[in-house]
């Protein structure tokens, strides 16, 4: 298990009020999963992440990452992808890219190599000398992915990663990311509101209920090992598709 949550409780002090956004979650993340989350909105689903991020610490219980506590600091091996990405805009897309190696002193000639072969893995070779604001929304989100997997993270952490992109260019996203991961054999932690695209993706498919977010269900699923690229669109009405998708959909209209 590379990640393990246990009796974790979340709860917001305000000094207007006090919300409880999670409770009693408890997981076990097996390496090279991809793990999907879904649940209706508000129900804590950014706040789980936060805490895998360490952004916030659980207000009781535990989150041990490779059998260790999480510490309550931004880490290199747990990346995060957000829905609007966070590149900086005065680097092009290399140095942003590279910036996470760049800052841990990482050889030249060596820092060059992994940004190319991640530039490469999301087809921004061409675009490397580009600044930010000169590529569309899926080119930035794909350099934000990059440059999270140049850091070489125990764990990639995605919020709603494709959520801001039209109808076509998530699929080409998603076809991206799964390749990625397939490639890379890396565990991700990806949240989405999208049904379909959690059983496009999921290995680990969670379904969280309105808050306070608890586990509703949990689901396995070999669907992402057996889609081949540009080939989604037919596993959509597989039988065993459509099961899954009406009985998560019926789960979280309760
Ligand atoms: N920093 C904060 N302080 C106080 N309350 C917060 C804070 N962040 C989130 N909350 C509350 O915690 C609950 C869960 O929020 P969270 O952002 O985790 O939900 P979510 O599942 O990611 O929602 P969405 O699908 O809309 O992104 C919400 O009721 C929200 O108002
Ligand atoms: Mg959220």
Not at 196 to 202: D, F, N, T
Request: net charge positive; with cysteine.
């Amino acid at each position: 298990m590379v990640l393990q949550i246990k009796n974790v409780d979340l709860t917001y002090q305000t000094d207007k009020q006090v919300v409880t956004a999670l409770k009693n979650i408890n997981l076990q993340i097996k390496e090279g999963s991809f793990v999907c989350v879904l649940g209706p909105s508000g129900c804590g689903k950014t706040t789980l992440l936060r805490i895998l991020a360490g952004y916030h610490q659980a207000t009781s219980g535990e989150v041990l990452l490779d059998n260790k506590p999480i510490s309550p600091k931004p880490d290199r091996h747990r990346g995060v992808v957000f829905q609007q990405q966070m590149l900086y805009p005065w680097l092009n897309i290399e140095d942003n890219v590279g910036f996470g190696l760049k800052m841990r002193k990482v050889p030249a000639k060596e820092k060059r190599e992994i940004v190319d072969h991640y530039l490469e893995m999301v087809g921004l070779s061409q675009f490397k000398k580009a600044k930010s604001y000169e590529l569309s929304g899926g080119m930035k989100q794909r350099a934000s992915i990059a440059r999270v997997l140049a850091n070489d993270p125990r764990i990639v952490l995605m919020d709603e990663p494709f959520g801001a992109l039209d109808a076509m260019t998530k699929e080409q996203m998603q076809d991206n990311i799964r390749k990625i991961w397939k490639e890379t054999h890396k565990t991700i932690f990806f949240i989405t509101h999208d049904v379909e695209e959690a059983l496009l993706l999921g290995t680990h498919i969670i379904v969280l209920s309105a808050r306070p977010g608890r586990i509703l269900r949990e689901m396995y699923s070999d669907f992402p090992y057996r889609i081949e690229e540009g080939k989604s669109r037919m596993y959509r009405t597989e039988p065993d598709f459509v099961k899954r998708r009406e009985e998560i959909i019926s789960l979280i209209s309760l």
